[in-house]
């Protein structure tokens, strides 16, 4: 998805996952050049061609989320790599094509909000003092799908640059300000080395423009790929909601309209501390952030509530491809949970673009007239 994000203009010259699934979706997609399915600790800089002027990496989130408890990325020396813990050897090929003299232009890594806090802020501080060690100038932004597409989904990108890569005084500002820099953000600098806070940019980029889609706009009234629920598995659903959740259906069916909410199933403690089962409804036309399907509670569930009539199901692949920004000529595996898994482990086409459009594109064809 970031490489749809990039655009045309862009020529992807190397590319890695571990997922067989996913490379497979790649190859259907962009085909098998440049694709390399290989655990990336066995991967070397030899396997990197040429003199890029972008390496992107989302590393997996599992361990920098309430999910995954905040294993965090661990050290970079640690024999007991997290699965986030791959940054590590991602940052060696960097290292690596440095002392080549093939340094990148731009290293952009995009991970979840979890990122700022995990082991209370010492992973974010970690991996600053990787940019700041390299030479690198760096910053973050945090981005919210939301303000592109009908999809609650922040995400934490930190774009570094290269030293000698001059960067137009329209794109930094002195200090946080606007959507792009949360209180969050700000704490988790404070907790960088000096060194880190020497080589840090506020990057200042501008607001994107209003939305025009909302969740409504996306949802098949004839889904391919999922089944409407029974009756009776629709009433569970309402039966698993609380007072505050049950009185957002019945506001929903007072409109008169058709209106298009989303479920997450998800464990609640009660007042007497027993956890049990809930079901989590909103109407405000964004859908929840669609996450990889590791159980049932993680798979969202569309509910259409039309009048008095009230049906549910799970949300289709493709409905969770165009929440992704994915265009309807992007093929998606049979599988039900792996095209879910495509969509929820991946990055939102249109904020790649953004970024692309509003700051890396800038800064290259400033510096080298081409972007590539």
């Keep these: 998805m970031a490489r749809a994000g990039l655009g045309k203009e862009w020529i992807c010259t190397f590319a890695n996952d571990f997922s067989s699934m996913k490379g497979a979706t790649y190859v259907e997609n962009w085909g098998s050049d440049h694709l390399l399915i290989e655990d990336i600790n066995k991967i070397s800089s030899g396997d990197l061609p040429g003199n890029p002027n972008l390496a992107w990496a989302s590393f997996p989130c599992q361990d920098l989320s309430l999910a ?8 970079r020396d640690s024999k007991e790599q997290t699965r ?11 290292r690596n094509l440095m002392s080549e003299g093939r ?29 700041s060690g390299a030479g690198y100038r760096f910053g973050a932004l945090v981005i919210d799908a939301k303000y592109f597409l009908p999809q609650s989904r922040q995400r934490v990108f930190i774009i570094g640059v290269r ?21 969050a953000l700000s704490k988790a600098y404070e907790g960088l080395s000096n060194e880190a806070k020497k080589r840090w940019l506020w990057w200042d980029i501008p607001k994107p423009p209003q939305r025009e889609t909302n969740l409504v706009d996306l949802i098949e009234i004839n889904p391919v790929g999922v089944s409407w629920h029974s009756h009776a598995e629709t009433t569970r659903l309402l039966d698993l909601m609380n007072p505050v959740n049950l009185a957002k259906v019945e506001a929903a069916k007072a409109t008169q309209q058709l209106m298009v909410g989303c479920i997450y199933r998800r464990t609640r403690p009660d007042l007497d501390g027993t956890k049990r089962q809930r079901a989590e409804v909103r109407f405000d036309n964004i859908a929840g952030c669609l996450r990889t399907p590791s159980g049932g509670s993680s798979r969202q569930i569309v509910l259409i509530v039309n009048g008095n009539q009230v049906r549910s199901r799970l949300l289709s692949p493709r409905e969770a491809a165009r929440l992704m920004g ?35 594109e800038p800064v290259l064809k400033n510096n080298l007239g081409i972007v590539n």
């Design 326 to 360: 994915l265009d309807e000529n992007y093929q998606l595996p049979p599988n039900y949970n792996d095209a879910y898994h495509i969509a929820g482990d991946g990055v939102a086409v249109p904020v790649v673009r953004f970024l692309a459009q509003e700051l890396l």
């Design 163 to 183: 030293n000698d890569v001059a960067i137009p005084a329209s794109l930094l500002q002195t200090g946080p300000s606007g959507i792009w820099h949360p209180p």
């Design 68 to 75: 995954g408890s905040y294993n965090g990325i661990g050290h």
């Design 84 to 94: 986030s813990g791959t940054f590590w050897p991602f940052w060696k090929l960097m």
């Design 103 to 131: 340094s990148p232009a731009f290293i952009v890594l995009e991970n979840v909000y979890g990122v700022l806090t995990s082991h209370s802020g010492k992973d974010f501080g970690a991996i600053g003092s990787a940019f």
